[in-house]
């Protein structure tokens, strides 16, 4: 069992920056593809950023190269998501995600281990 914990959200104005912070437990992460995703009410839960856990290589959507980097530090058992340049789009509840028998890193059921979320708020 992997434990995930979101912080780091909140409101901020468009052209902005927020980092989102995910503390993960229970179990060593090698081999784990860990992954923010995001939702928006009345839509389904879309991929944002991921990062293989052992070897620190990234993925990132279209819509948010550029602006946004996922890290993570191994010591501390966390992923990080630096987010510059916020737009009211980019407002929704983001998760954390972490699964290790990926064909799909972009897939959001391949995940097994998910946090409760951190709301994102931008306003315009």
């Known amino acids: 069992q992997v434990q995930l914990a979101e912080s780091g959200g909140g409101l901020v104005q468009a052209g902005g920056s927020l980092r989102l912070s995910c503390a993960a437990s229970g179990r060593t992460l090698h081999n784990y593809i860990m992954a923010w995703f995001r939702q928006v009410p009345g839509k389904e839960r879309e991929f944002v950023a991921g990062?293989?856990?052992?070897?620190?290589?990234?993925w990132l959507a279209d819509s948010v190269k550029g602006r946004f980097t996922i890290s993570r530090d191994t010591a501390k058992n966390t992923v990080f998501l630096r987010m510059n340049t916020l737009n009211v789009e980019d407002t929704a509840v983001y998760y954390c995600a972490a699964g290790n028998t990926l064909r799909t890193v972009t897939a959001r059921l391949e995940y097994a281990y998910w946090g409760q979320g951190t709301q994102v708020t931008v306003s315009s």
């Open positions: 990062v293989n856990w052992s070897v620190g290589s990234t």
